[in-house]
């Protein structure tokens, strides 16, 4: 069984994403935990979280992932806006826990000309901060495309971050598809060997999502455009390797193409006809 959704807007709060979810046929979504551009969250409403949870159960759901505001920088050159996004994030975790059991996943950020070093070092300090030994949350950072002063563009600065983090058990890694080839790492002619060093320099075991989507741009070009599955540089025939890859078969995918609810429930079901079962 394929685990797959799509990013879907929590204008109208979590269960009626469920309930979205579920009329295009997917098991799983994406959502904002608040305005992506990263203002004030919304007051968490706990039952209508309850009813999601059981929602969830029912349908036998994969976890879910809340996606941090893009905008939030942990590695800032400035003092508030890391503090903001320490704070956003903290808050984040929170209220997740009315979700409990899924997954939070964040843009590492851009050291904006601190070096490389330096971000990462602020990002570890944030992760060590926020995370709470009894969070059931599981934290994950993204696999960026590389643009300007992004962290995360390489397998190796991830792994730098993780090994800094003093509650790993609640860290892991989603792997964006157009992000990594994006960022150089071939996956449309060479998945296995992506793999292979992912695992060399991370571990396999540290991916807890996928992010599905085809790219505009080729190979390194670091742009970071998604286009739809099939209509970019990708192609369907990789993303058929990616869902059926029995590293990533089992994981939650999810789909951040350009797309409104009718092209995400046509994209769903031709990657459910790629999967075998
Ligand atoms: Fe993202
Ligand atoms: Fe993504
Ligand atoms: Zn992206």
């Not at 209220?95 to 939070?104: D, M, S, V, W």
């Not at 793999?195 to 742009?223: M, Q, Y």
């Not at 990616?242 to 995918?253: A, K, T």
Request: glycine share 10%.
């Amino acid at each position: 069984m394929l685990h797959i959704g799509c990013h879907l807007s929590s204008s109208n709060g979590y269960f009626a994403m469920g309930q979205t979810a579920l009329s295009i046929g997917a098991d799983t979504f994406q959502f904002f935990t608040r305005n992506p551009r990263g203002s004030k969250a919304k007051p968490l409403d706990p039952e209508d979280a309850a009813k999601l949870n059981d929602l969830a159960a029912a349908h036998r759901f994969s976890p879910l992932i809340a996606h941090a505001p893009y905008t939030i920088n942990p590695c800032s050159a400035t003092e508030k806006t890391r503090e903001f996004a320490l704070q956003t994030m903290e808050d984040d975790l929170l209220r997740l826990e009315a979700t409990p059991n899924n997954l939070y996943n964040f843009h590492p950020g851009s050291h904006v000309g601190q070096g490389t070093e330096t971000g990462i070092r602020l990002i570890a300090d944030t992760l060590n901060t926020i995370l709470k030994s009894e969070q059931t949350t599981t934290v994950l950072l993204e696999t960026m495309a590389g643009k300007g002063s992004e962290i995360g563009g390489k397998f190796e600065e991830l792994r730098e971050i993780l090994d800094r983090v003093a509650l790993s058990g609640h860290t892991g890694v989603c792997l964006d598809t157009c992000h990594v080839f994006d960022g150089g790492y071939d996956i449309v002619n060479d998945l296995d060997g992506v793999l292979t060093e992912f695992d060399r320099v991370i571990g396999l075991s540290r991916i807890k999502a996928v992010h599905l989507n085809d790219s505009v741009f080729g190979l390194g070009s670091h742009k970071d455009r998604h286009a739809r599955i099939g209509e970019g540089k990708i192609g369907t025939a990789a993303f058929a390797r990616i869902v059926n890859h029995p590293v990533l078969r089992s994981l939650p995918f999810c789909l951040e193409t350009p797309n409104e609810l009718p092209g995400y429930k046509a994209e769903i079901e031709l990657l459910r006809g790629l999967f075998q079962d």
